[in-house]
Structure formats: C-alpha cells, structure tokens
C-alpha cells in the first residue's frame, strides 16, 4: 500500500516508520524538519502545499501531526486517498470541564477537527480510523515521562500532589505505532480509545521512572492547594507557561479506558509500562 505520513519526525514516527517498512508498504514522509532520504518531502501541512503530483498515487494517510490540521489536509487529497489513519487524545474527555480556558479551547478545537475528518472521509467514502491515544511515552524525547525524567535529573527529586493516586495507563509510542499499522487493514470505520497494558497510580509511576534512571524514588509529597500556588507562581517564567494549576489535581484524578474492544479490533496487546533504562 502507497502510504503518506505526516509529522515523521514525531516520537511515534520513530517507530511508526519501520514498522511500516517491514509490513511491505512504500512509504512517503512529510515533516517540517529536512531529512536526507529521499522518502522524506519537507513541508509544514499547516501552511504549504502537500498533495504535489508525486503523491497524487497515495492509497492511505496516517496522521501524527496535530489533529486539527488535518480537515485541511483532506479537502485537497487525491481522488485515490482511501483510507485515513489519525491520532487524537483522551484529553477530549479528562480535560471537557477543565477550569484552564487554554484547556477547554485545546478539547474545542480537537473535536472540531475529529468532526472535520469524521466529515471529509464519509463525503468521499474514505475509511477513517481515530485513536484517541492516553499518556504516550518512548522514556527518550515524549513530553511525558521524558520530561518527568528530566526533572528529576535536574533537581534529585519530584514534587507530587499528596498522595498522587490518580490512575494511569501509560502507551509506550511503539504500541500506538502498531495501532496504527493495524488500523490500515480494518474494513470500516470508528474512533477507538487506547491506553497502556497496565493501570497503576500517578505515583508508582513516578516510583518506577526513578528506577529506570538508575535512582531510589525521591518524592516530595506537597499538599494540593501548595502545589497549585506553586505552579502559579511558576507560570511567571516563560518556559512554565504551559502549565495549569489543574495539573495538581489531576494527579489524584483517574484518567482510565476500557479498550478491550480497541485490542480486540486490531489484534494488538499494549505492553505493561516498562521504561527502558533511562541514565
């Protein structure tokens, strides 16, 4: 199968792209960032031209750039594009009644698009597959458990929400990328909700990234009214703008999914999470 990737260079791309390659599809690449192969065209699909007559022969699209630049993407997709693979979040569900407006506008703005691309692909008679991923992580560069990592790198220890009991089920990239190679043979269309093999509290994962890092976990229980002072203050600096008080609380709040139908749809098994060694 003719095969276009967006956002390549993503922490799924990395795994997404061999696996590709060992199923047999030939495979084309967008990504901002230039590359020396010659699979790879660079183009930002949030502002250039991408459907040039190079891949006008394109069968499916997987999807791991931002989700809302995919509507887009679709009304100019050749006449052949069959089948589109995409990549959306929980959030749209842990995050509707945020108190962040940054927060509720990234949920607005996730499902205008999952109804942009629900849309193009029933207009066209396209097959769309949606998975709306959890906590996604490599160890090595996700915004998850790599930051999480290099915080505790940088100051010894992690600050944590008193008692840090929300649950978690962390999707190692890997699995998300088998998801998406699965997606490509399945005969109709849905949304599917995946999550890692294994459910535990935000603080044994904290517990266990510690240890992938070689150290003895060092976590400094804060109760949740300081640790949302501290992320307000924090939010003066430009680096830590991105943060939300709310994440204080979410530490406490579960955040799981029943995908038993996900597993069984596309025939995969999500590993338990198990950061690689992390030195």
């Known amino acids: 199968m003719r095969v276009l990737v967006t956002g390549g260079s ?23 960032r230039p590359h020396p192969d010659s699979a790879w065209h660079q183009a930002d699909v949030a502002r250039d031209p991408v459907w040039d007559a190079a891949l006008e022969d394109t069968q499916a699209l997987i999807h791991l750039a931002p989700l809302p630049l995919l509507p887009r993407l679709l009304r100019d997709a050749p006449a052949g ?36 691309m629900i849309g193009s692909c029933g207009a066209r008679g396209m097959v769309y597959t949606l998975l709306r991923p959890t906590l996604v992580y490599d160890g090595r560069r996700d915004k998850n458990v790599a930051r999480i990592a290099a915080l505790i790198r940088r100051i010894g220890f992690f ?3 008193w008692p840090g009991r929300g649950m978690r089920q962390p999707l190692h990239a890997d699995d998300l990328a088998a998801a998406c190679v699965a997606a490509l043979t399945l005969p109709q269309s849905g949304a599917y909700e995946i999550a890692g093999g ?9 517990e266990r ?5 070689g150290r003895e976990p060092r976590i400094l229980p804060v109760p949740v009214f300081l640790y949302r002072a501290a992320i307000a ?23 799981v999914f ?22």
């Open 81 to 116: 594009l069959r089948r589109v693979v995409a990549i959306g979040t929980t959030s749209v569900y842990t995050k509707v009644d945020s108190a962040s407006h940054r927060e509720r506008e990234l949920v607005r703005h996730q499902r205008e698009a999952e109804q942009g």
């Open 10 to 32: 993503s922490v799924v791309g990395d795994y997404l792209l061999p696996r590709l390659a060992r199923a047999g599809h030939e495979v084309t690449v967008l990504s901002r």
């Open 209 to 213: 990234i510690f240890r992938a890092l």
């Open 159 to 161: 600050p944590l929400a």
């Open 233 to 255: 203050t924090a939010r003066l600096l430009p680096r830590y703008r991105a943060l939300t008080p709310e994440v204080a609380e979410r530490m406490n709040r579960d955040m």
């Open 258 to 279: 029943d995908c038993a139908a996900t597993e069984q749809a596309l025939g995969i098994r999500p590993r338990p999470f198990t950061p690689e060694p992390m030195p």
């Open 198 to 206: 294994e459910t535990l509290s935000y603080r044994a994962m904290l």
